[in-house]
């Protein structure tokens, strides 16, 4: 059962700009907070940013300033708008839910690659 699509990803300069999506089903956008995170090759999964139902975001320190989370209620999507990137950006990046430390099946993921 597939719970996240996640999509945008591709490969830009640095200083480049990129927009992901993170579609999933009603249920779990309306009802959860949803984040974004990545994970670059050798390193663990990350946090990047969150949206909660309400639309106040998160951001981890490394991105602030530079990306900005949203959510469209329309379309249960969720986007991660990318700015001003390096090649430290560069990961596989995916959208999930945590409750309570549970996150759900993680999806395939969108690869971002920014090349200097």
């Known amino acids: 059962q597939v719970q996240f699509v996640e999509s945008g990803g591709g490969s830009v300069q640095a200083g480049g700009s990129l927009r992901l999506s993170c579609a999933t089903s009603?249920?779990?956008?309306?009802?959860?907070?949803i984040g974004w995170y990545r994970q670059a090759p050798g390193k663990q999964r990350e946090l990047v940013a969150t949206?909660?139902?309400?639309?106040?975001?998160f951001y981890a320190d490394f991105v602030k300033g530079r990306f900005t989370v949203s959510r469209d209620n329309a379309k249960n999507t969720v986007y991660l708008q990318m700015s001003s990137l390096t090649p430290e950006d560069t990961a596989l990046y995916y959208c999930n839910i945590n409750v309570n430390g549970i996150f759900r099946p993680w999806g395939q993921g969108t690869q971002v690659t920014v090349s200097s």
């Open positions: 949206i909660r139902v309400g639309g106040n975001p």
């Open positions: 009603r249920s779990t956008f309306s009802q959860n907070t």
